[in-house]
């Protein structure tokens, strides 16, 4: 019998000895410190940050570990470090504290705990002996391959602008997306876009012809990583259902183009599978834009809701990200409501309703992207061609981006404008959805919208020239944040369910 009793006693203390933190007095806890994730910190400084989810609970001398982790449960914590020395335990909560002072206060009036204190942290150097190597691509970018985040520049300026580097840490983090373009062809054969490039139909693909700008659009979102050559897009996991939206210019007499070959195109991407849909077009496709009166807007808004409420009705989620539009034929901006299409979609004239949709539903899945370019001094502004007003929701590089094109123009090169921008919102979208695909469609436009997730103020023009136009500032989008925030809330869905 004293024999069975002595290894039911060993048992005993080999279970609680393998539990750092659980025991106290002659079988000391171990310590232990779990590393603090980069999601939880809420920056103060370009060094300094908090998180509002790991505190630093003392507790008086006489507190065991036993008593210790009945009291961190009874808070609804977590042990995620421990020490020995100070009685000290990291506690983990599942949500942010949004007022830390008086959650620390509270905590300090309970029995046994002697204060409670916010978890600091510092940051540390990029690249710095003993860190893991950071993921950079090996895509050469005519030998410009250097990345500086702080101080974007070259010809990857606009990826450096938006933190891609940074989001692509996270890359074991992202799933396969699908993402749609429509606009004027694209060049299959293209060394960077290779695999890249699937159509909803035989038939679109029959009719897809070779086109600069759907080239470059195409490689801004997903031209292909690491493959040694070229450049690398936003989005290097996704793949692109396209449709040509050009018309077969076979007769002199075709002046006109039905916008319903746009919304066509549109669909057919969803259909096939597209969560985000680039459009950069509009109604300024010949650089003849104009105000438009407000009934025209309307007619449009109606229209377009129309579309999204049929297809939200019969269960597809989208997102729709359009270009904002390059101003009128000055060059000048006006607002962005008169470049049509989902751009034109407003509270005002949205008829999902008649459809059984709520008008949320609609204009939560549009983004509207305005153009941004690279100031001398670091910060960002916008063109004077970007259109405005308060129907754009966020801005991107669109100022001599350099990416993808045909052939005929050097398969590589510049170009500028709010069709430039669009695609880096779109594949921003794509980052995010690839972190967790049971997300909705309003959920990824909120989360890359979201003033708490963007980057920089972009400045608004000084050549504010006309009159009646809304001349604001805007967000630059942030791959980083957005992709940041989609796995923590990712994570806080999955750990609720």
Same mark, same amino acid.
């Given at each position: ?20 933190g ?38 008086? $001398?006489?507190?065991?570990a ?6 961190i449960?009874?808070?609804g ?6 020490n ?42 990029p690249?710095s ?12 970018w005519?030998?410009?391959?250097q990345?500086d ?21 996270y890359? $074991?983090?992202?799933?396969t ?13 293209h ?11 035989k ?14 659009v195409?490689?801004?979102?997903s031209a292909n ?21 050009d018309?077969?210019?076979n ?13 066509s ?22 650089g ?15 229209f ?7 297809l ?21 901006a ?8 989902f ?29 941004a370019?690279?100031?001398a ?28 094109v ?7 090169a ?6 430039m ?18 997300f ?9 919208c979201s ?21 604001? $500032?805007?967000?630059?989008?942030n ?19």
């Amino acid at each position: 019998m004293q024999k069975i009793i002595s290894l039911i006693l060993c048992a005993v203390l080999a279970f609680f000895s393998s539990f750092p933190g659980l025991i106290s007095g002659e079988l000391k806890a171990k310590d232990f410190l779990e590393e603090i994730k980069t999601e939880y910190i809420e920056k103060i400084s370009d060094s300094v940050g908090i998180s509002k989810r790991v505190f630093s609970v003392f507790f008086d $001398d006489d507190v065991n570990a036993f008593a210790a982790k009945k009291i961190i449960k009874k808070i609804g914590g977590k042990t995620v470090g421990f020490n020995s020395l100070l009685n000290e335990y990291k506690v983990y909560f599942d949500q942010s504290i949004d007022n830390c002072q008086e959650f620390c206060e509270q905590l300090q009036k309970l029995d046994g705990i002697v204060c409670a204190i916010p978890q600091i942290a510092v940051k540390i150097a990029p690249n710095s002996e003993g860190d893991e190597e950071k993921y950079i691509p090996n895509d050469p970018w005519n030998g410009n391959n250097q990345w500086d985040e702080e101080h974007p520049g070259g010809l990857n300026w606009h990826l450096e602008a938006i933190q891609a580097l940074s989001a692509w840490q996270y890359k $074991d983090r992202m799933s396969t997306i699908d993402l749609g373009v429509v606009d004027g062809g694209v060049y299959v054969d293209h060394e960077d876009l290779q695999g890249k490039i699937v159509f909803p139909s035989k038939y679109l693909e029959r009719t897809n012809s070779v086109d600069t700008h759907g080239t470059h659009v195409c490689g801004i979102i997903s031209a292909n990583a690491d493959n040694g050559i070229g450049v690398c897009g936003v989005c290097p996991n996704a793949k692109i259902h396209f449709v040509d939206w050009d018309p077969e210019y076979n007769s002199l007499s075709q002046t006109w183009l039905d916008i319903e070959r746009i919304y066509s195109g549109v669909c057919y991407t969803i259909k096939d599978g597209a969560k985000v849909v680039n459009l950069s077009l509009g109604a300024d496709l010949w650089g003849n834009m104009k105000k438009f009166p407000t009934f025209v807007v309307n007619i449009v808004g109606n229209f377009v809701s129309a579309i999204m409420a049929r297809l939200i009705k019969q269960g597809y989620d989208f997102v729709i990200c359009q270009a904002a539009g390059n101003g009128d034929n000055s060059s000048h901006a006006i607002n962005a409501e008169n470049n049509l299409s989902f751009c034109a979609v407003s509270e005002n004239n949205c008829i999902s309703q008649l459809f059984g949709v709520k008008k949320s539903d609609v204009l939560d899945r549009i983004i509207v992207v305005g153009s941004a370019a690279l100031a001398a001094d670091g910060s960002f502004y916008q063109p004077a061609y970007s259109n405005v007003g308060a129907r754009v929701d966020i801005c991107a590089p669109g100022n001599y981006v350099f990416s993808t094109v045909d052939p005929g123009k050097g398969f590589y090169a510049y170009m500028s404008g709010t069709s430039m921008a669009t695609p880096v919102v779109t594949a921003v979208c794509g980052l995010v959805w690839s972190i967790d695909s049971s997300f909705t469609g309003s959920m990824v436009k909120k989360i890359v919208c979201s003033p708490e997730t963007a980057g920089p103020l972009v400045k608004a023009t000084t050549q504010q020239v006309n009159p009646d136009v809304n001349y604001m $500032d805007y967000h630059m989008v942030n791959a980083k944040l957005s992709v940041e925030k989609a796995i923590e809330i990712s994570e806080r869905l999955n750990n609720n369910g």
